[in-house]
């Protein structure tokens, strides 16, 4: 009904760039918000980036001053650019996204399959 699929992830060096896009798509009557997780081999998912649909932003702090979330609504993408990465930035990151998939007032989360980013020399 609704998927979101994740890309951009890959291999950079320490204090190099990666931009991060998920598009969402099926059904799909408003998106209230779109976000980033990540989790890295044996630790617990953690958040690390959300944006609402009006544009509001909420990093983690760990992210904060190096990451910039956007929306663009009318293609239902979010992008994470990720400036400064650090080898503790390696994880597999995961879209998230709620969703209102009619005009019925009831809400879903949805998850993507996660796109891997390792930082590394």
């Known amino acids: 009904q609704v998927q979101l699929v994740e890309s951009g992830g890959g291999l950079v060096q320490p204090g190099g760039s990666l931009r991060l896009s998920c598009a969402a798509s099926?059904?799909?009557?408003?998106?209230?918000?779109m976000g980033w997780y990540r989790q890295a081999p044996g630790k617990q998912r953690e958040f690390v980036a959300r944006i609402t649909n009006t544009g509001t932003t909420n990093y983690a702090d760990s992210v904060k001053g190096r990451c910039t979330i956007s929306i663009d609504n009318a293609k239902n993408t979010v992008y994470l650019q990720m400036n400064s990465l650090k080898p503790e930035d390696t994880a597999v990151y995961y879209c998230?996204?709620?969703?209102?998939?009619?005009?019925?007032?009831?809400?879903?989360?949805?998850w993507g399959q996660g796109t891997q980013v390792t930082v590394s020399s």
């Open positions: 099926g059904s799909i009557f408003r998106i209230n918000g």
């Open positions: 998230n996204a709620e969703i209102r998939p009619s005009p019925i007032p009831y809400d879903y989360t949805y």
